[in-house]
């Protein structure tokens, strides 16, 4: 059994009165210029040898859903918030709900036991061109959650975090809405929390709620006075003429290892369906599946190996104003080279092939693995 501790127990104050005190709201902010990447617009016209102008290979400028850079018809359509979920993602809670209606899901260290190459994961799901009805089990906020969803300025269901965690936010977290908990919610209409009973776990008498709570995003929105959409694409779509880079210069990739532990160990697999054309995901005991039976699947794999460290019990991924190695897959391909992202924590990815191109990403749904920088990622053919 896990050790009980405030890292792995939402106690039964959950349900009753008494639990710490919910925050002040926290208005949406807009992006700084270091953020402001452009959705690639029309080029002119390049002269071409003879007298009629040949326009050269370019983006498409039709009006996108930024986190999956699929186009939409109507822009008043995105006019909503972003919200993302903390979702555990250890043996003893799973089943999960909701994952595969995400448009991207983060996946990086989970905090307990607090020691390097020791955590497992937990998953950060966000919401954007589509809402899951339930998302569950819901869990605390972590540091990393900052740099990943500023320049999204998203809303955050989660269920609090340690006193130090909170100021971190407070400080650095000032595009984001971290503040819409359980308890904060609680008795306010539009429902944004839910208790699954189903979940609910009797320990010497006592019941505790840390795999129970469900959050529901559409309504969570709702509570938010963040109600701006992101301006830009958060990855580098193919758009127009463009094409993922993966069919121009990729390598065959149809089973990925992404080992989270020590000596290449508790790996998270992709394996390639040519029949769905996606990666199916698996956790380290076998086939990532929801409580519907639903295996969960991607469009996209990025893996973006980082720097890991440990400060105050909380784990750190070392990514604002830092670079290192990526690889992406796709289609049963992949391309590898080199990510960096500026001091801004609200500034964007950048990704560059080892050949000097920029990297150009699949529309859709998109995993991201942030592993530590000595991870051996295993590629299969």
């Not at 710490?20 to 029309?42: H, I, K, M, Q």
């Not at 448009?103 to 036991?113: C, T």
């Not at 697999?269 to 039976?293: A, I, N, T």
């Not at 890991?308 to 992406?328: L, R």
Request: net charge neutral; hydrophobic share 35%.
């Amino acid at each position: 059994m896990e050790s009980v501790s405030r890292r792995t127990l939402v106690v039964g104050a959950i349900g009753a009165a008494g639990a710490a005190a919910a925050v002040p709201l926290l208005a949406g902010c807009t992006p700084s210029a270091a953020a402001e990447t452009p959705v690639p617009s029309a080029p002119a016209a390049t002269p071409a040898p003879t007298p009629e102008p040949t326009p050269t290979a370019t983006g498409d400028p039709r009006p996108r859903w930024p986190l999956t850079g699929e186009l939409l018809d109507d822009p008043k359509q995105a006019e909503h918030a972003v919200v993302a979920v903390k979702v555990p993602d250890n043996q003893g809670e799973h089943p999960q709900d909701g994952i595969n209606e995400a448009d991207i899901v983060f996946v990086q260290l989970d905090g307990y036991p607090a020691g390097l190459y020791q955590s497992g994961t937990r998953l950060l799901p966000v919401f954007h061109s589509s809402f899951a009805p339930d998302v569950a089990p819901v869990r605390s906020i972590r540091p990393v959650d900052i740099p990943l969803l500023s320049p999204m300025e998203a809303v955050i269901g989660n269920t609090g975090a340690a006193g130090w965690t909170l100021k971190y936010f407070k400080k650095n977290g000032t595009a984001l809405d971290f503040k819409r908990t359980y308890m904060a919610t609680k008795g306010k209409s539009p429902k944004a929390y839910s208790i699954d009973g189903a979940r609910v776990r009797t320990i010497k008498g006592q019941k505790y709620y840390d795999r129970a709570v469900v959050c529901h995003p559409e309504n969570l929105a709702q509570h938010s006075k963040i109600v701006t959409t992101p301006q830009v694409l958060y990855f580098p779509f193919a758009t127009g003429d463009e094409v993922p880079s993966t069919q121009t210069a990729g390598k065959p990739a149809t089973s990925v290892s992404v080992p989270w532990k020590k000596g290449d160990a508790y790996n998270m697999g992709y394996s390639y369906s040519e029949k769905k054309e996606q990666y199916q995901r698996s956790m380290p005991w076998g086939k990532h599946v929801l409580s519907d039976g639903t295996r969960v699947t991607t469009d996209n794999l990025l893996v973006i190996l980082a720097k890991q460290h440990f400060a105050h019990k909380e784990p750190f991924h070392d990514i604002t104003g830092e670079e290192g190695d990526f690889y992406y897959f796709h289609g049963g391909a992949y391309v590898q080279g080199r990510w960096a992202k500026g001091t801004d924590v609200r500034s964007l990815f950048t990704f560059t092939l080892d050949d000097g191109s920029p990297l150009k990403m699949a529309v859709g749904r998109t995993f991201v693995e942030l592993p530590h920088t000595s991870a051996k990622v295993g590629i299969k053919a």
